[in-house]
């Protein structure tokens, strides 16, 4: 696919401007050692952190991120027609491996969203972020919070709640993190424990603040 392009506005990150592109894009996208030296080289302009993230033991393959998501018209087109699910399909992470989309679209959104700008969409100027960095956030950036009901499996032959025999209290305010493509990332404090999670389920808006909602279990 060829590169795009496109105007921003003033306003950016502290008056920090973006540097040249340092190649083409379509250069970039044939050759994954030359995209890996020039994302390595532009991070050092911009005064960023540069790594490789490990996903399920693997190092990911950023060069291959890059291709799947700028095919598909960039970073703000993936989240808005909500396609990170189908563009993790292309690594066949493990099953051990959770919340793909959510991770693939953290690690796009601090290592290559800069360089999509520039390289992809010819950017010049300010650096502005999209309106929606990540999905899931409330407008005061703060996380949502709910109130979270506990209902554990019981077993057979068991007690009627090992949560119960514990002295767990039933309800519990939780706090949902982030929004991901299956659900949410969830943490609930019972007690004086406080649990992490994720809560499956169709796609839905968030709730909001005073909603209940269902935990079928803890990770």
């Known amino acids: 696919m060829s590169s795009a392009t496109r105007t921003i506005g003033s306003g950016g990150d502290d008056g920090k401007l973006y540097p040249p592109p340092l ?3 379509e250069v970039i996208v044939n050759d994954a050692k030359l995209f890996l030296d020039t994302l390595k ?5 911009m005064g960023s952190k540069y ?3 490990v996903i399920g033991g693997r190092k990911l393959d950023l060069h291959t991120l890059y291709v799947e998501v700028t095919r598909r018209s960039g970073y703000e087109k993936v ?3 909500k396609k990170w699910r189908e563009v993790g399909s292309v690594f066949n992470f493990s099953t051990t491996t959770t919340s793909a989309s959510y991770v693939l ?6 290592l290559l969203y800069d360089f999509e700008q520039v390289h992809f969409f010819k ?7 999209p309106a929606d960095v990540l999905s899931g956030s409330s407008s005061s950036g703060k996380p949502d919070l709910a109130l979270a009901e506990y209902a554990p499996k019981h077993a057979n032959n068991g007690p009627e709640s090992n949560v119960e025999a514990k002295g767990y209290p039933r309800y519990g305010e939780g706090t949902i993190e982030e929004k991901i493509d299956c659900g949410y990332l969830v943490s609930v404090k ?18 909001p603040p005073s909603s209940r909602v269902a935990v079928t279990g803890v990770v």
């Open 105 to 110: 679209k953290k690690h796009y959104w601090n």
């Open 123 to 129: 950017v010049q100027g300010p650096i502005t972020p």
């Open 41 to 45: 080289q532009f991070h050092f302009h």
């Open 79 to 81: 989240v808005a027609e």
């Open 51 to 53: 790594m490789i993230p």
């Open 190 to 207: 019972l007690g004086s424990e406080v649990l992490r999670g994720v809560i499956f389920h169709p796609e839905e808006t968030v709730p």
């Open 23 to 25: 190649a083409s894009h």
